[in-house]
């Protein structure tokens, strides 16, 4: 039983995580129809950014605090320099994204080298229940996901700011007829999509190996997430995510991570082989 319990508190810490990612690239490919391939190296460039912070001696919940702001400031430049100009052109951001993901994980390699750093968790406590006990840093990890991801819910739910991103996301043409600055609205949701990721990957950089790969490791499972949830409404994501998610690490713990990998992508292959859009792909709205 207490075997269980942790097993679900990990799989639920990684698909709260796996959900900012891939909220990010919901955002980004809902509102401009960019695939943005370099969505990981975003990742790996908050977490990138804790160690820069933890090497100037910065706390670490003060370098977390700064890894949105510092990403999103990268996804500022990158959206002005590169993705504006390849707006609505799916085929198009693969490769220009691409081309972005290999220069920025070189560039990382170039400041900090190729090796991996290991960041120390500035909560080295446990909860203990009886005979249970569980890292509450991780405890933490999961509130601030869950509180940032209802964050973006009510941000695109219930504001004038979401009101106006979703209006240029089903009908860009009518919406820029009604006022509404789409150049604008493209800018600031790719900037929150960036930050978004340069969050989730300060929040998980205790708990992993920080090196120039490490954003594969999430850019593949939030990519899937998108395809079984639906890229169409936010609430895919959950459902994605947790689909994703849940089957990747439970199956890790239980069978091997080869096991896993196969079973992720039988499942993904099956399920949008009989739901081409998602499994609520076809719903409008949240």
């Known amino acids: 039983m207490i075997e269980i319990a942790a ?8 698909v709260l995580v796996l959900i900012l990612v891939t909220l990010g ?3 980004i490919f809902g509102m401009m129809r960019v695939i943005n391939m370099a969505h990981g190296e975003l990742f790996m460039l908050g977490a990138y950014t804790v160690v820069a912070g933890e090497a100037a001696g910065l706390p670490f919940w003060v370098t977390v605090a700064a890894a949105p702001l510092v ?3 990268f996804g500022l430049v990158i959206e002005a320099a590169l993705v504006r100009h390849v707006y609505r052109r799916p085929l198009d951001t693969i490769l220009a994204t691409w081309g972005l993901s290999i220069a920025l994980k070189q560039g990382v390699v170039l400041i900090f080298g ?7 968790a500035p909560i080295d406590a446990v909860l ?3 005979a249970f006990a569980y890292p509450v840093y991780r405890l933490l990890l999961m509130g601030a996901a869950i ?10 739910l219930a504001t004038d700011f979401g009101l106006a991103a979703r209006a240029v996301i089903h009908r860009p043409d009518t ?6 600055d789409t150049r604008r609205m493209y800018r600031a949701s790719f900037v929150i999509g960036t930050a978004l990721a340069g969050f989730a990957g300060a929040l998980v950089a205790p708990l992993i190996s920080v090196d120039p790969q490490m954003g594969l490791g999430y850019l593949i499972p939030a990519f899937l997430s998108i395809l079984v949830g639906g890229a169409g409404p936010l609430a895919g994501v959950l459902a994605g995510g947790g689909i994703v998610g849940g089957t990747d690490t439970v199956l890790i713990v239980w069978l091997s991570p080869v096991v896993a990998q ?5 499942l993904a292959i099956l399920i949008i082989r009989l739901r081409p859009q998602g499994i609520l792909g076809g719903r409008d709205g949240a």
């Open 128 to 130: 203990s229940i009886g």
């Open 7 to 14: 097993v679900l508190l990990d799989t639920l810490s990684y």
């Open 147 to 156: 509180a940032l991801i209802g964050g973006v819910f009510w941000v695109f």
């Open 71 to 73: 990403v999103g400031a």
């Open 175 to 180: 919406a820029a007829c009604l006022g509404i």
């Open 25 to 27: 690239l919901v955002v």
């Open 114 to 120: 190729p090796a991996s750093y290991s960041v120390v």
């Open 262 to 266: 196969i079973a992720v992508f039988t």
